[in-house]
């Protein structure tokens, strides 16, 4: 079949719908994706890409069809929304004339901002094919995370929106099972959606420590402990930071952020003010593909959440990648995604934001013998296979594919 994606983001910046385009291509489908220009999470263009061009690539054996967009900068505000809006507009423009052939279904993938469905909606009506929303961030819940009240303009109008376009897609997907009960509240009948968690591509994968890989964490002595991923507001890094700051007499503890993001600057800036900077190492953003050998060299992979309603119903896509390594994990988050850790007996979970909770928890990884830890890992890898393997969540998408295609 003929599929687009619609995507704000895409190869090369690092989002699971890469590996979606990959794996639905491997599984003979025509794949082309509408995209913008790559430049999250930094805020400015990748090298070799402009304004305009590339209009047009391929990876792995993916057509690629790129739009201009306003780049994200490195603002909270209006540079932020500049960004959103001007891929949705010139998605909807300039997207009927790049991809001029007709599709048999347009599968949307949507974190933030809904505003990415617009152009998936109307690709969609012009090649009287169906619509699939991959659902990773809840809108217009995630405007209240970010503290807009209900009330406020852009909240209703994000609401406004967002019940548009649920309401004319096919189907909605949802990355976490806390997403379905807001959804069926708002009208959206249960037949209509179905759950699809993330998985993490076939390289993440157990790796042995005494690779001959070479690893930004070589040469960092004692026990590491790994944050990896996107440095944001949503990850609570006060909450890192304020544990780290409680387990300074624990001298061969090390904390080790592999990522980019808005608040890389704060972060630095604030280990350095409270005299952190020997143990805390903000070493910046590195290619997916060596993220297993980086966690082989860590003691411990560490995920943070703020404490919010909405996060809770998520579960952070970098929870099924350390899985998968075969790592013990300590996590600061609450609802499913804490659900999932406490199942699997993969390491030790605490509340969201509680700085002293998650330096015992800290603790008691740092406490255990290294053939307690790789046992922790070892369920947590058992747990991913069980339910997050990607062979059998691209199956489950695949026949959902041909079962819609069939009956549209």
Known sequence: MKLLIVSQYFWPESFRVNDMASGLRERGHEVTVLTGMPNYPAGRLFPGYGWLKPSFETHEGVRICRVPLVTRGRSKGLRLVANYLSFALAACILGPLRCRERFDLVLI???????????????????????????????????????????????????????????????????????????????????????LPNWAEAFYRPVARGTDDVTPLDGIPGFKILFAGNIGSAQAFETIIDAATRLRDVTDLHWVVLGDGLMRDWVTAEAARLGLSDRFHVLGPRPAREMPACFARADA??????????????????????????????????????????????????????????????????????????????????????????????????????????SH
Request: glycine share 8%.
């Open 109 to 195: 993938y949507e974190p933030s901002p809904i505003t990415v469905a617009l152009p998936g909606l109307l690709m969609a009506r012009l090649s009287r094919a169906p619509a699939v929303l991959w659902i990773q961030d809840l809108w217009p819940d995630t405007l209240a995370a970010m503290g807009f009240g209900q009330r406020s303009p852009l909240y209703r109008c994000a609401a406004w929106l967002s019940g548009f376009i649920h309401r004319r897609c096919d189907r909605l997907l949802v990355q976490s099972p806390g997403f379905i009960p807001r959804l069926q509240a708002r009208g959206i009948p249960i037949a209509r959606i179905d759950w």
């Open 301 to 406: 992979l560490l995920v943070t959440l703020r404490a919010d309603p909405v996060f809770a119903l998520t579960i952070p896509s970098k929870v099924q990648s350390y899985l998968a390594c075969a790592r013990p994990v300590v996590a600061a988050i609450d609802g499913d995604g804490a659900e999932v850790l406490r199942d699997s007996g993969s390491g030790v979970v605490c509340a969201a934001e509680d700085g002293a909770a998650l330096a015992e928890a800290v603790l008691r990884v740092h406490r255990m013998s290294p053939a307690q830890r790789d046992a922790c890992g070892e369920r947590g890898r058992h747990y991913y296979e069980q339910h997050f393997d990607r062979d059998l969540l691209l199956g489950r998408l695949n026949a959902w594919i041909q079962q819609m295609k069939a």
